[in-house]
C-alpha cells in the first residue's frame, strides 16, 4: 500500500515536470517563434527581430535545455522515491 | 583532376567505409538484427539516431525551401527539432521501460487486441513508405547530380545502391555505419557553410555569422538580404507572410509526427536502460541541432549568392549575360545543374541576359514592361538542388563539393536504411510472425524481412519519379500520417488508463484514413499525379494543407478514442497494472523478443 502511494506521487511529481517543460515548449515555438512574434518586433537582433531569431534558432537551443533538464531531474526523482533501476 | 573524378573519390570512400562497417557488424539473429542487442551507449545511439534521423528531406532539401521563402519556413526547423522533447518527454523512456522490440508489439499488448497491433503495423507501413518516397526524391537529386546524368537515372541507380546497402544488415550494422554517415553528413554540410560564412560576414561559425553583418555592404546580412530580394519584387526575407493558422498545424504535425515514427522510436529501445533512454533524446537533439542551426544560414547566404550572381552590377544594373554564364568558370554549376533537368534558364525577350525577379508582382511588371522583361528568366530552380549546388555557387575548392555529394547520399542512404528496416519488421515480425505464420523459422523471418524491404524501395522508387513535392514537402506528409495515427495511440497507452481496445483501435484508424484522404485528395490518390481535386494552394478546408493536416488527425485520433472507450467495455485490471509498471523505471530488464 505504501509503495503504491509513493508510486501516484512519483507518477504526479512527473506530470507537474512535464507539464510545465511543455508550457516552455509551446511558448518559445508557437508562441515567441510565430504567433507573439509581433510583440517581440521591437527587440532587434542582427538586422531583424527577436522573433525570428526564435523561430530559426532559439527554438531549438531551449528544446536541447529542456529535454536535458528533464532527464536530470527524473533521474532524481527516480532516486528519490526509490525506484531507479 | 577534374570535378567529376574528385566526387567520384569521396563518395566511393564513404561507401567503401559504410559497407566495410557493415560486413563487420553483420547481423547475427533476429534480436540482433531488430535491436542491437541493446549493448549501445546513448551517446553512440544518438549520433546513430541523429543521421537515421537526418535525411535527404533535411539535408538536401529544407535549407533550399528557407532559402526560397524566408521566415515562414521556419516551420520546418522548430517542427523537426521540437518532437524530440515529446519524445524525450512523453514516450521515450515509458517504451524502453516496456522492453519490446517494436512499436506495434507496445500498441499490441497495451490494448490487448491483436487488432490494435495490426492497425498499427499498416499506419507505420503507410508512414514509413511515404517516407522513403521523399528519400527517393532526395537520392535522385544525389545520384543525378554527382554522376552527371538525369534525375531518373540518378533514382534508379540510387534505388540499387539502397537495396544492397539495407539488405546487408540489421540494426547492429546500420547502427555503426550511421556513425560514420552522421560524421561524413555534419563534415560535408558544415565546412562550407564556414567556408560561405567567412566569405560573407567574416565570422567561422554560420549559425553567427547569419545574425552578423555582411562585409562587401557592412550592413546586417538579413537586411541586405531583405533589401535586394524586395527589389526583385520577392517576399522579405525575414516577413511574415504564410497563413498563422496554417504554420501552427505544420509546425505541430511535424513535432507530433517526429515522435510517432517508428524508426526513431525503435532506437530508444536499443538503449540499456530507462534513464539512458532520456540522455539518448537529448544527445540525439545535439546532434541534429548542430546541422538544424547551421541550415538557416545556409539557406540566408545561397539565397543571397544566387541573386547577387545573377545581378552582378546590383539589383538596378545590367543582369547577367548568357555569355556569362555559358564560359564563366564562376557559373559552371548552372550548366552542370542544367544536365539533371532541375535547373533551366531561357532567354526570353532575346536580350542576350538572364532576367531573374517576380514576375507575379504588379510593381515588377510595370518595371519589366518599361525594361523590355518578359517574364522572371531563370524558369526552373528545383529547391532540392540548393544545397548540393551551393559550394559550386559559392566557388569553393573542388574537394569540398566532392565531399557534399558525399554527405548528401550518407543522409538519403542513412535514412532510408533505417526506413526499411522498420518496414521489413513490422511486415516479417510484426505481421506475419505476430500474426499469420505464428511458428515461422527464424530464418524465414529474416528472408521475409529482405523480401519486404524489396517491395517497399520498388514502390517507393516508382512513386519517386512523379513525387508529390519536393523532399522536405513529402516527408512532412509522412509525418502528418505518423502524427495522425501513432503518436496519440502511444501517449493514451502510456498517460491514460481508461482508453482500451476498441478506442485504441477506432482512434488509429480515424486518424490514419482521414488524414490519408485529405493528402489524398489534394495530391492525388496513391500520389498518381492528377487525381487530385484540390490542391494546397487552394486547400479543402479554410487554410489547413494537406501537409499540415496530420495535427488535425491527431485531434481526431484522441477524441474518437476517448468517446468510444467511454462507450464499451472498461479496460481490465491487468492491463492497469501493465500501465503502471510502464510508468515506473524500476524493474526494466533487457528486453524480450514478443510474439
Redesign the interface.
Known sequence: MSENSD?NS??SA?IRL?QI??VI?ALV??GF???L?PMLSGIA?????LG??F???G???V??A???F??WR??KL?AEH???? | MDQFTINLLFVGASFALYIGIAIWARAGSTSEFYAAGRGVHPVTNGMATAADWMSAASFISMAGLIAFTG?DN?TF??GW??G??LL???LA?YLRKFGKFTVSEFIGDRFYSPTARLVAVICLIVASVTYVIGQMTGVGVAFGRFLEVSNETGLFIGAGVVFAYAVFGGMKGVTYTQVAQYCVLIMAYTIPAIFISLQLTGNPIP?LG???DHVASG??????L?QIVRELGFNEY?A?HAD?LN??LF??SL?IGTAGLPHVIMRFFTVP???DA??S??WT??FI?LL??TA?AVGAMARLNITEQFWPNGTSGEAVSVETIENDEAYKWMGTWQKTGLLGWEDKNGDGKIQYYNDANAEMQEKAAANGWEGNELTNFNRDILVLANPEIANLPGWVIGLVAAGGLAAALSTAAGLLLAISSAVSHDLLKGQLTPNMSEKNELLSARISMAVAIAVATYLGLNPPGFAAQTVALAFGLAAASIFPALMMGIFSKTINNKGAVAGMLVGLVVTLVYIFLHKGWLFIPDTNSFTDADPLLGTIKSTSFGAVGALLNFITAYFVSKATAPVPQEIQDLV?SV??????GAAVEGH
Open positions: 508510486n512519483y507518477w512527473n512535464i517543460c511543455l515548449w515555438s508557437f517563434g510565430i504567433l512574434r537582433v542582427g538586422g531583424t527581430d525570428f531569431w523561430a530559426q534558432q527554438s531549438i537551443l528544446f536541447l529542456l529535454i536535458f528533464y532527464a527524473m533521474n527516480d526509490g525506484v531507479e533501476e | 521566415y521556419s526547423l522548430m527539432t521540437g524530440y522533447v524525450a518527454l512523453l523512456p549559425a547569419l545574425f552578423g550592413e546586417p546580412l538579413l537586411a541586405k531583405d525575414t511574415h498563422t504554420m501552427v509546425t505541430l513535432m536502460k530507462v534513464s532520456r540522455w533524446a537529448g537533439l545535439i541541432a538544424y542551426l538557416p503502471e510508468r515506473i523505471p524500476k524493474g526494466a
